[in-house]
């Protein structure tokens, strides 16, 4: 089963011939976009839910990488639907394939080049220099922005 992403649907040209799905967050993104594909696939593709369980998996998956401030919720049911249905995530999403791969999940990219490796973040405020595993709307110490590094 393939779960198709937001991205994969802006680079594709037709619908995969095999049986697919989607979760309606995806729908609604084309349709915030005025995709004119929308129009052309809409009775034909299929949209599920995900499991509550499935995206409580995703999203302790999301925070070990780091990914957790860097995906939509959108994205994070894409995952999550793709755990439900033991499918390959088509997504040309960094952080979804990051996630996809620590968690065992199959993707593929469609327009763009695929991650190498797995890439853990960290985040770090542009004023003050504090560091920290979570995403912030703002540092907790200065209130400056908070800003995505990769871990080393």
Same mark, same amino acid.
């Given at each position: 089963?393939?779960?198709?992403d937001?991205?994969?649907?802006?680079?594709?040209?037709?619908? +995969?011939?095999?049986?697919? @799905?989607?979760?309606?967050? /995806?729908?609604?993104?084309? %349709?915030?976009?005025? &995709?004119?594909?929308?129009?052309?696939?809409?009775?034909?593709?299929?949209?599920?839910?995900?499991?509550?369980?499935?995206?409580?998996?995703?999203?302790?998956?999301?925070?070990?990488?780091?990914?957790?401030?860097?995906?939509? +919720?959108?994205?994070?049911? @894409?995952?999550?639907?793709? /755990?439900?249905?033991?499918? %390959?995530?088509?997504? &040309?999403?960094?952080?979804?394939?990051?996630?996809?791969?620590v968690?065992?999940?199959g993707?593929?990219?469609?327009?763009?080049?695929?991650?190498?490796?797995?890439?853990?973040?960290?985040?770090?405020?542009?004023?003050?220099?504090?560091?920290s595993?979570?995403?912030?709307p703002?540092?907790?110490?200065?209130?400056?922005?908070?800003?995505a590094?990769?871990r080393?």
């Open positions: 089963m393939i779960v198709l937001s991205s994969a649907f802006f680079s594709m040209d037709a619908l +995969p011939e095999e049986e697919h @799905v989607c979760p309606p967050g /995806v729908i609604r993104e084309l %349709t915030k976009y005025e &995709d004119p594909r929308l129009a052309l696939w809409g009775d034909m593709i299929r949209v599920s839910e995900c499991s509550k369980e499935s995206l409580a998996k995703v999203e302790d998956a999301a925070k070990k990488t780091g990914d957790a401030g860097r995906l939509s +919720p959108v994205d994070m049911t @894409v995952l999550a639907l793709a /755990v439900d249905v033991n499918g %390959t995530i088509w997504s &040309d999403d960094y952080s979804i394939q990051n996630v996809a791969k968690m065992g999940l993707f593929k990219p469609i327009g763009m080049k695929g991650i190498e490796k797995v890439v853990k973040w960290n985040y770090k405020c542009i004023g003050c220099g504090k560091w595993k979570e995403k912030y703002e540092c907790p110490i200065c209130g400056s922005p908070m800003k590094c990769r080393k």
